[in-house]
């Protein structure tokens, strides 16, 4: 491969550029003559000689080698391979951390993070609210491999110290909180996990673990702010279309043996063909996605704030968002500028009947609107709509949504790339029937 002489360094570039040409050179492709990046479909690869087989198992997994910028030995897709080495290069960069390791789904990332910071014994203190399928794998899986959970109030960070055991290694969340948008300070946890640490050994210290999905490292880098792994499913806004499902894990070199390792053994690999979508078609407009759903949920939060039927929204990019200098201080694109997402949560004023006027709101919305579709998932071109008290978050008992801030009014909207004056006309006409 030819090595171009460029007239500038990569970091002279900012991220949204980055994310649509990726590494200058990349030692994982041949990329000097496409101006697309090729798809690699192959399960096994040619090696050309045992020595260089063998080679090939001696380097995997090795920081250093993945590091150190040779041309990787190619053995078998589930070990490693090209098109999805490209997407993790890109990745990495865009969340802050040395290494990105990606999966089949957001879940097989959660639970390839989870795992290998976790033996037989140790504990994982979340977050009261957290995805329904990661409170199923902390509450139903870890507890089978002698692994156990607690959850507790990350809004009230004082609060933690009480609950850490001497067996708490990992500190985990979502900000913004699925699906009531309450940010949770990731400097402030930091800080509590530093002072859990301060009477610790290297190895018994507790991870700051952070689910990145909602804000995607366009609006926030926590690992800037001090957490420790990034997990991430790549099936919502990153992705993007709706298209393809996957996940990652973001870290630090010290972890790439270990999730390549377990990635390798568990078997939940993302494939080539999914990673390509991603890499073309996702990363490369997450920018202008992400811009023109805020700016549309900017609208869609004010239209929806001044209406006589809504309680309460909280968008973070909202005047009167409660946790304003946080969101401002912690939701940020990778120029410094506010960036506040495309999720926002609104409650309704009560109707009178035994079903919540939020449940008819959706229900009507289902039947009649054309830019608003109810579905669970977030994050895509087409703006979704859902009631997460009967729908996402129903396995909790109600005492306890009610207890976290979920009402049965609440209403969940992902904002989509659809005309503004569109949304709001189909939820003006929509809330006019409820
Ligand atoms: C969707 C989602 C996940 C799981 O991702 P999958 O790709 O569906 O496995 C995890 N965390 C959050 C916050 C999500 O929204």
Not at 392 to 407: C, N, V, W, Y
Request: charged share 20%; glycine share 8%; net charge neutral.
């Amino acid at each position: 491969m030819e090595t171009r002489k460029r007239h500038a360094r990569k970091e002279d570039y900012r991220m949204r550029t980055h994310l649509i040409h990726g590494n200058f050179e990349s030692k994982k492709w041949d990329y000097d003559h496409h101006v697309i990046p090729p798809i690699s479909h192959s399960t096994a690869f040619r090696l050309d000689s045992v020595h260089r087989g063998a080679q090939g198992f001696v380097q995997f997994a090795s920081a250093d080698e993945a590091l150190s910028g040779h041309m990787p030995i190619y053995i078998y897709d589930r070990l490693d391979e090209p098109t999805r080495s490209m997407l993790e290069e890109t990745l990495a960069y865009a969340e802050g951390g040395d290494v990105c390791i990606t999966f089949a789904s957001g879940m097989a990332a959660i639970s390839a993070a989870l795992g290998v910071a976790l033996r037989q014994g140790q504990e994982v203190l979340a977050h009261q609210i957290v995805y329904g399928c990661t409170y199923s794998l902390m509450t139903n899986w870890l507890p089978r491999f002698g692994m156990r959970v607690r959850f507790g109030d990350f809004l009230k960070s004082e609060s933690l110290l009480a609950q850490v055991t001497p067996a708490t290694r990992v500190l985990y969340f979502e900000t913004p909180v699925n699906p009531t948008m309450e940010l949770i300070d990731l400097a402030e946890i930091r800080r509590v996990a530093d002072q859990i640490n301060a009477g610790r050994e290297e190895k018994e210290r507790v991870l700051v673990m952070v689910d990145n999905t909602f804000a995607t490292p366009y609006c926030q880098r926590p690992l800037k702010l001090g957490a420790d792994i990034v997990v991430e499913s790549l099936t919502k806004d990153i992705g993007g279309f709706g298209t393809d499902m996957g996940g990652a894990v973001i870290a630090s070199s010290a972890w790439y043996n270990h999730l390549m390792l377990f990635r390798k053994d568990f078997g939940g690999v993302l494939t080539p063909r999914s990673a390509w979508g991603i890499l073309v078609y996702g990363l490369p407009t997450l920018a202008t996605r992400m811009i023109n759903q805020q700016k549309t949920a900017q609208r869609v939060a004010k239209f929806l704030s001044e209406h006589p039927k809504v309680d309460t929204v909280a968008y973070p990019g909202s005047e009167c968002f409660a946790q304003k200098p946080l969101a401002h201080r912690q939701m940020q694109n990778p120029d410094g500028k506010f960036a506040p997402g495309g999720m926002l949560y609104f409650v309704l004023k009560g109707g009178n009947g035994s079903v919540s006027r939020a449940e008819k709101l959706v229900d009507y919305i289902a039947e009649h609107a054309y830019t608003i579709t109810l579905a669970v998932s977030l994050g895509q071109i087409k703006t979704l709509i859902e009631h997460p008290f009967s729908m996402t978050h129903s396995a909790l008992p109600d005492e306890q949504k009610r207890a976290f801030g979920m009402h049965p009014e609440g209403v969940r909207l992902s904002i989509g790339l659809e005309d503004w004056h569109d949304i709001i006309r189909d939820l003006e006409i929509a809330l006019e029937r409820v």
